[in-house]
């Protein structure tokens, strides 16, 4: 699986940003599909989750209300909506993608995407 993330840029705290994440795989609506984020000098962080089927997904505490993960099977690419923005969200987020459970730990990912920056500035 291939996966392509776009959308990351530099905007003012409390603003907004939409993240996509396009993939190769065919049987992308097989996929548990998530949002990990880096900032320099720390570890890649849980962002949001999204089962296949979209009956589920889980956030990150510290995004619980400010982010929404959605998923267009039908152009196998799922979203990152980013609200009230702080300088705190600035990092590289990555999307990444799973065949089975959707987890919350990096290593319960097997697919990664190049990553795309988001720079918050206060």
């Known amino acids: 699986v291939q996966l392509q993330a776009s959308g990351g840029g530099l905007v003012q705290a409390g603003g907004s940003l939409r993240l996509s994440c396009a993939a190769s795989?065919?049987?992308?609506?097989?996929?548990?599909m998530a949002w990990f984020r880096q900032a320099p000098g720390k570890e890649r962080e849980f962002v949001a989750g999204i089962t296949s089927s979209s009956t589920t997904t889980r956030y990150a505490d510290a995004m619980k209300g400010r982010a929404t993960i959605s998923r267009d099977n039908a152009k196998n690419t799922v979203y990152l909506q980013l609200n009230s923005l702080k300088s705190d969200d600035s990092a590289v987020y990555y999307c990444?993608?799973?065949?089975?459970?959707?987890?919350?730990?990096?290593?319960?990912?097997?697919?990664w995407g190049q990553g795309t920056q988001v720079t918050v500035s206060s």
């Open positions: 795989e065919r049987a992308f609506n097989r996929y548990a």
């Open positions: 990444a993608a799973e065949l089975t459970r959707l987890g919350t730990h990096p290593l319960d990912y097997t697919y």
